[in-house]
């Protein structure tokens, strides 16, 4: 999804990094995608827990947190620093946060008249605020909207009225909202909300990512989008911002390419036989019914008997960092005229397969690929973080754990990298911790 157009809506009630996070959930239709970022932080805080709910036309979400854990300036730039590093965040994605959080820290800077390094941060200084910076840099990447993507918002509203916090009662907008609309000539509104709708975070994520203002959404042709709810109640204002993906159109008469219309993505249900689209939706009901979770991917496919085994063990990085692919298989086969070939075949979500693609022509040289759209049931997961004592030192693991339709433990699986992170500090070998950290997070979870 190179070269898009993204426009912000956030007129009626502002912004805020969870509306953020919300409207990219929505607009990547996947309750799941914010997981990898809260597992990253689990380290930080094991307390964290992100709840994703669809309510009305988009999506919100809850996040609770240690809220007596306060990072300083340098930790949160530490910590986003390694939660980027564990991603695999694009350099580009990296940069994004890092400057986001700069600018956080400028206006609490001016608004305190104090040096950023002697900052006593209160709400920006909760693991929250990682989530919400380091969580729009992932999903921005996962939608395609990180590389050559341009950046609009309409004026943004502000909010009006006092609002209570750790310095005490505030007039809004608060001070360091107030000096990064002012520092960024940032068009605002007050709007009819008469509170704080326009949040520190929200407002320093609005400047490090939009490159324009225009005064509406008015002539915008919406290709796909997204709406995230905030968390408070505005009354008879709807709390909503809009993360909208497409272009402006051309005025009336204006000039158009003429050409064959072609489909470029998988089928959508629409475009499925009747008699398969209630199949589907009957099959995907009693799956559901019984406590299956299901969502759609793409399989994309092609046959290589030319590259040599350097390139094909190079592309499995390649698609799993760059294309964000979610799986990678690569088999063996005979082709044609009895070569010896690999079948390389890649799951992903629809909106990376332009990507995607592109990765495997370029390094395998395959003049094209193929795929198809594939709907799944999946079990469902959640991270827990496990307390391992040894040597008198207090290590914690990440451990993922997998439930059927039932409720019941299906599988209980800590992660490798935080196991060899012990094993290397302990000696102890792998194979001796895993299963003592399996059988804690099976006795505190059953």
């Known amino acids: 999804m190179n070269d898009n157009t993204v426009l912000l809506d956030v007129k009626t009630s502002g912004a805020s990094g969870d509306m953020f996070l919300a409207a990219l959930l929505d607009l990547l239709d996947d309750d799941e995608a914010l997981l990898p970022v809260a597992a990253s932080l689990l380290i930080y805080d094991p307390t964290i827990r992100v709840k994703v709910e669809k309510v009305e036309d988009g999506r919100k979400i809850d996040v609770t947190a240690d809220e007596g854990l306060n990072l300083s300036p340098k930790s949160l730039q530490e910590v986003i620093n390694g939660v ?32 950023i390094d002697e900052l006593h941060l209160h709400e920006t200084g909760s693991v929250d605020t ?35 916090t750790e310095h005490g009662e505030l007039e809004v907008p608060v001070p360091a909202v107030a000096e990064t609309l002012v520092v960024h000539e940032v068009p605002f509104i007050t709007g009819e909300a008469k509170t704080e709708v326009l949040t520190p975070t929200g407002a320093a ?10 005064d509406s959404t008015e002539g915008f042709e919406v290709i796909r989008s997204g709406t995230g709810y905030g968390s408070r109640d505005l009354g008879d204002v709807s709390n909503r911002m809009k993360i909208l993906v497409g272009n402006f159109t051309m005025p009336s008469g204006a000039a158009t390419t003429s050409g064959t219309s072609t489909t470029t993505g998988p089928a959508s249900d629409e475009q499925r036989p009747p008699e398969a689209q209630t199949s589907l939706r009957k099959a995907e009901e009693i799956a ?22 350097e390139a094909i063990g190079n592309i499995f990085d390649a698609l799993l960092d760059e294309g964000s692919a979610l799986d990678v298989v690569m088999i063996p086969a005979y082709g044609k005229k009895n070569r010896p070939c690999y079948v390389i075949k890649v799951i992903a979500r629809a909106e990376n397969l332009s990507t995607i693609s592109k990765i495997m022509v370029r390094h395998l040289g395959t003049l094209g690929v193929r795929y198809t759209t594939w709907s ?25 754990i997998s439930r059927g339709p039932n409720g019941e433990i299906i599988n ?27 059988l804690q997070a099976y006795a505190v979870t059953e």
């Open 412 to 438: 209980i699986k800590p992660e490798a990298d935080d196991i060899v992170k012990v094993s290397l500090e302990t000696g102890i070998p792998v194979r001796e911790i895993k299963p003592r950290v399996a």
């Open 130 to 164: 990682v989530l919400d910076i380091v969580g729009t840099a992932y999903l921005l990447e996962m939608a395609g909207l990180m590389d050559k993507t341009r950046f609009l918002s309409t004026p943004v509203a502000v909010g009006s009225g006092t609002i209570q």
């Open 376 to 400: 799944r049931l999946k079990a469902s997961r959640e991270i827990i973080v496990c307390r391992l004592e040894l040597d008198d030192k207090e290590y914690m693991v990440r451990v993922k």
């Open 84 to 115: 980027a590093e564990e991603l695999e965040l694009s350099k580009q994605a990296a940069s994004f946060a890092l400057r986001a959080l700069q600018e956080l820290l400028e206006a609490e800077s001016r608004a305190h008249d104090t040096p």
């Open 288 to 309: 559901m019914e019984h406590g299956w979770e299901s969502d759609d991917v793409i399989v994309i496919e092609a046959n290589v008997d030319d590259v040599d085994g």
């Open 205 to 214: 994520i609005l400047v490090a990512l939009v490159n324009e203002f225009v």
